[in-house]
């Protein structure tokens, strides 16, 4: 019988508690930290212990759990090197997701969709009705208005919304779409 390596962590659950000598507080290392709500992987510990140039103290093991116990500045300069960088990760990608969103309902981008739409769909109707045997409209100005219409269903409701804020209403894009269909 083969055991997975993930299911040998979860047999052998191994962590690493990280002690303040003085007051006593944790910081706790796991491998499934992320579920169980420690503070960062096991393998993690170490070298942040061994970047850090931390020393312990003392060290106990109870079970599959070992205790490590350093001095309070220490312990401090563990807490800002875990907690800090998570809170800065986090910052950076709430500003990245920010400045995609920001590019995305940038209404220039959102007029040059809207425009590039309107070509490809007025060059669509004109070669599907190059040959003149197909009914509907006789030429391109006739359809231009029914056809404005559809662009509403490119964009997300956040989009269309910039857009019809921008030319005022939902004619003002109509118009501005046809006029791109030349």
């Given at each position: 019988?083969?055991?997975?390596?993930?299911?040998?962590?979860?047999?052998?659950?191994?962590?690493?508690?990280?002690?303040?000598?003085?007051?006593?507080?944790?910081?706790?290392?796991?491998?499934?930290?992320?579920?169980?709500?420690?503070?960062?992987?096991?393998?993690?510990?170490r070298d942040i212990m061994k970047r850090l140039r931390i020393t312990q103290l003392g060290s106990e093991i109870d079970g599959d759990i070992e205790s490590i116990e350093i001095t309070p500045e220490d312990w401090a300069l563990m807490d800002v090197e875990i907690h800090g960088k998570r809170q800065h990760r986090r910052r950076k990608k709430m500003e990245h997701e920010y400045k995609k969103e920001r590019e995305r309902l940038n209404i220039d981008t959102l007029k040059d969709r809207a425009s590039q739409w309107g070509q490809d769909a007025g060059d669509d109707w004109k070669s599907d009705h190059e040959s003149g045997n197909l009914p509907g409209y006789p030429d391109l100005e006739g359809a231009a208005f029914d056809l404005a219409r559809n662009v509403k269903y490119e964009f997300a409701e956040d989009e269309w919304d910039e857009l019809v804020w921008e030319f005022e209403d939902e004619e003002g894009v109509y118009e501005f779409v046809m006029g791109s269909m030349g």
């Open positions: 019988m083969k055991i997975t390596e993930r299911q040998l962590r979860k047999i052998i659950k191994e962590g690493i508690d990280i002690v303040n000598r003085e007051t006593g507080e944790l910081l706790v290392f796991e491998d499934d930290w992320e579920t169980e709500g420690s503070h960062a992987p096991e393998a993690a510990a």
